[in-house]
C-alpha cells in the first residue's frame, strides 16, 4: 500500500488496480481516499473498479459521489463516473450497465444505463447492510 502514494501516476494505478484482485476490505477505506481524491483520473477509476471487485458495501456511498461527478476522462477515454456505475452493478450483482455473456465475460450494454435506478438500488442495499441485515 506504500505505492498507492508513490509519485507516478502508472506505480498508484497499477497498486490500487492489484487491490481488486488480490484485496480485501482493509483496503476499502484508502481505495475510497483514492477514489475521491488521487489528482489522476486514471487512478481514480482504477480504484472505482477495485472497489466493485472487493464488493464491500462501504464503498456505495463513494461510488454514487463519483458516478454524480468524476466526469474527468481517463487516458483510454473512460470516467471514474462511468466505472463507478459498473462497481456498483458489481456490488449489487446487476447487469445496468453491461451485458453478461454465457463465458462468463461481459461487454458494455447497447443500451443508456439507468442510473437512477442503480443509484437507487444501491442505497437499499447499502441502507439494509447499515442496519445489519444480509446484503443480498
Known amino acids: 500500500m506504500p505505492l498507492f ?7 498508484r494505478h497499477h497498486a ?3 487491490m481488486g484482485h488480490h484485496g480485501d476490505g482493509s483496503v ?16 481514480r477509476g482504477e480504484a472505482a473498479y477495485s472497489l466493485g471487485h472487493i464488493g464491500d458495501p ?5 461510488l454514487i459521489h463519483a458516478l454524480d461527478h468524476d466526469r474527468e476522462p481517463t487516458p483510454l477515454g473512460h470516467t471514474p463516473s462511468s466505472i ?3 462497481a456498483l452493478d458489481n456490488i449489487l450483482g446487476t ?6 455473456h454465457g463465458d462468463g465475460l461481459c461487454s458494455l450494454a447497447p443500451w443508456p444505463p439507468d442510473y437512477e435506478l442503480l ?3 444501491a442505497r437499499e442495499l447499502y ?3 447499515q442496519a445489519g441485515g444480509s446484503p443480498s
Open 5 to 11: 502514494d508513490d509519485p507516478g501516476d502508472w506505480v
Open 16 to 18: 490500487v488496480g492489484c
Open 28 to 43: 476499502v477505506d484508502t481505495l475510497l481516499v483514492k477514489l475521491r481524491s488521487d489528482p489522476d483520473a486514471g487512478v
Open 58 to 62: 462501504r464503498a456505495i456511498p463513494g
Open 84 to 86: 463507478s456505475a459498473t
Open 95 to 100: 447487469h445496468e450497465t453491461r451485458v453478461a
Open 119 to 121: 443509484k437507487r438500488r
Open 127 to 129: 441502507e439494509r447492510w
